[in-house]
């Protein structure tokens, strides 16, 4: 009896380990590793960049190197007293409809969109214009272009369209034979000057030759000044007289020419 006493109790104690040994917690799993997140920027600053990515050629300044010019894009200018513009190119040469390159000398400086106006002058217009002066069109003389001043250099007066790189003054055509022809010349063929008229006065907004204001009597100036209501200026006498020679002088010796 003794006997199966002792080995209840030693049964028992057996079952009481298991259960301790079954309540017993496990200890937890070791967390996996996690990645350190990204670094955020505080609110309200900004997050620093590098340098600043070049901006791409303009809309117009592809339209313009894409069969209608020859040009080059050129930086901003910035300048002091209202001059100054964006979208700015030199302007080599126009491609004339027969895949030739009419050149200027010196290439002129002007913002993208007069020049484009210029390009399509000459190609469209110009071109067959001048054909009845005996042959095509070579060449073109670029009186004035970018310049920082008054209109008509006049000190007080307001800032010339060539301030603000929208403006072109043109002397001269030059013909593949070589020959030389000012837009302001009496004796040019009267039809053609005023055919270059019409044409430039359609397509520019303001127009100065001849009898203009006394400042545009050798050169023909053109702009795209914007004006209230697409006002237009188109002012180039044409159909002034040839002029005459001037008087000899009175002292002049006998046999003398003209130097």
Known sequence: MRLIMLGVLVWLAWGLDLVAAATVPLPR??????????????????APSGPAAPAGPSQCFAALTSGLADAEALPPIAAAAGCGADDVVRL????LKDARHAEFKPPPTLRCSMAAAVANWLRDDVATQVLPLGAPLAGIENYDSYECRPRNRVA???ISEHGRA??????????TNGKRYELTDPNVKKSVRNNLKTTACARFMTVLGPGSDG???EHVHLDLAERSNGFRICHWEVNLPVPLPRPRPADAPAGAGAG
């Open 215 to 217: 400042y545009h009597e």
């Open 156 to 158: 007080g007066a307001e």
């Open 166 to 175: 929208n403006a072109i003054d043109i002397r001269s055509f030059t013909l």
């Open 92 to 95: 080599d040469a126009v491609i």
């Open 29 to 46: 799993p070791r967390p996996l590793p996690v990645e350190a997140p990204e670094p955020t920027q505080p609110s309200g600053t900004a």
